[in-house]
Nanobody, 115 residues
Framework: QVQLVESGGGLVHPGGSLRLSCVASLNAFASSLMAWYRQAPEKQRRELVASISSYGTTTYADSVKGRFTISRDNPKKMVNLQMNNLKQEDTAVYYC????????WGQGTQVAVSS
């Protein structure tokens, strides 16, 4: 069973930065397509924010392009999300998972952007 533990969230002002981290207890981590998702307040669905392949190929949602950077550390089974120039609309609970998603999600990490 995959365990996903996210950390690094917090409260920041608009324009601020945060770095999220996720440790995944996944045997095939190095060959897995990993991603960050987020669920905004009062939204029913999680949205895909960024993904990174085993080779390091990245994709981003249009709303975060140029501001967020996803990276991975295979020996540590870790995937990170550097978030710069944060906006109020980035406020959400952020989760990591695979693509396709594993059945169980972590607890997520809360990001709040407010002046």
């Amino acid at each position: 069973q995959v365990q996903l533990v996210e950390s690094g969230g917090g409260l920041v002002h608009p324009g601020g930065s945060l770095r999220l981290s996720c440790v995944a207890s996944l045997n095939a981590f190095a060959s897995s397509l990993m991603a960050w998702y987020r669920q905004a307040p009062e939204k029913q669905r999680r949205e895909l924010v960024a993904s990174i392949s085993s080779y390091g190929t990245t994709t981003y949602a249009d709303s975060v392009k140029g501001r967020f950077t996803i990276s991975r550390d295979n020996p540590k089974k870790m995937v990170n999300l550097q978030m710069n120039n944060l906006k109020q609309e980035d406020t959400a609970v952020y989760y990591c998972n695979t693509i396709p998603t594993a059945a169980n999600w972590g607890q997520g990490t809360q990001v709040a952007v407010s002046s």
